[in-house]
């Protein structure tokens, strides 16, 4: 384990579906990440906490919300995806918005049927 | 916006020998640039970051340098073991000042034993 947990690792759901994505860390970071990952695609940044304020969203679909209520948990709430939003997604934390590096959780491979 | 550029094709090298491997970028020099690590299935894990100031970095096997006139880092592996296969991303700002960060593609690494 990285310090990072994602959970689930793997999900399968529908277009018509609700889910969610649970990030958690204990490194003490200030910041936290959210990244999808597509095949033969580089990382796509979606949003940005530090400090448990957003500071970032990097013009992502609304049907993606993500949710930061404290400094160790982050989530990425999923409603009425698109099949070509299965992906992989990562989340990451870093100790604050600087020159460090990035905490990757395991991701959590996401199919949309 | 920063353009990142690594060489998408696969490298082949052989046990104990030493793979370089090449990030460029197109716009901006940036203040930093880092190092990662991916394995199938996982996130990404960072290894080095170098400063624009620091022309060389190593961590044990590894070593990076930043060329800010070539707008290129290097990225080499020394005593290559077959444990080293994965793909390896650079990673550097988005725009001058932001500590967001833009990704490569990567570089898939095999070494044959």
């Known amino acids: 384990e990285t310090g990072v947990t994602q959970t689930p690792r793997h999900l399968v759901m529908g277009m018509t579906n609700k889910k969610s994505l649970k990030c958690e860390q204990h490194?003490?970071?200030?910041?936290m990440y959210w990244y999808k990952q597509s095949a033969k695609k580089p990382l796509e940044l979606m949003f940005v906490?530090?400090?448990?304020?957003?500071?970032e969203n990097n013009s992502v679909p609304s049907r993606f919300s993500p949710e930061c209520p404290n400094s160790s948990h982050l989530f990425l709430h999923l409603h009425t995806l698109q099949p070509e939003d299965s992906a992989l997604y990562l989340c990451?934390?870093?100790?604050?918005?600087?020159?460090?590096?990035?905490?990757f959780g395991s991701g959590t491979r996401l199919t949309v049927v | 916006s920063q353009k990142i550029e690594q060489n998408s094709e696969a490298l082949n090298i052989q046990e104990g020998k030493t793979a370089t491997l090449t990030c460029n970028y197109t716009?901006?020099?940036?203040?930093?640039l880092q190092w990662y690590r991916q394995d199938p299935g996982r996130g990404p894990v960072f290894l080095l970051l170098?400063?624009?100031?620091?022309k060389e970095k190593r961590k044990e096997r590894l070593k990076v340098t930043f060329d800010t006139t070539l707008k290129q880092s290097l990225f080499h592996i020394t005593a290559s073991q077959p444990a080293d296969s994965a793909t390896y991303l650079c990673?550097?700002?988005?725009?001058?000042?932001?500590?967001?960060?833009?990704f490569g593609t990567g570089t898939r690494l095999k070494v044959l034993a």
């Open positions: 990451a934390s870093s100790q604050d918005m600087g020159p460090y590096g990035y905490t």
């Open positions: 490194l003490g970071h200030n910041a």
């Open positions: 906490y530090s400090l448990e304020e957003r500071v």
């Open positions: 716009n901006y020099s940036p203040a930093y």
């Open positions: 170098i400063r624009e100031n620091e």
């Open positions: 990673a550097l700002p988005y725009t001058s000042g932001t500590y967001k960060y833009i």
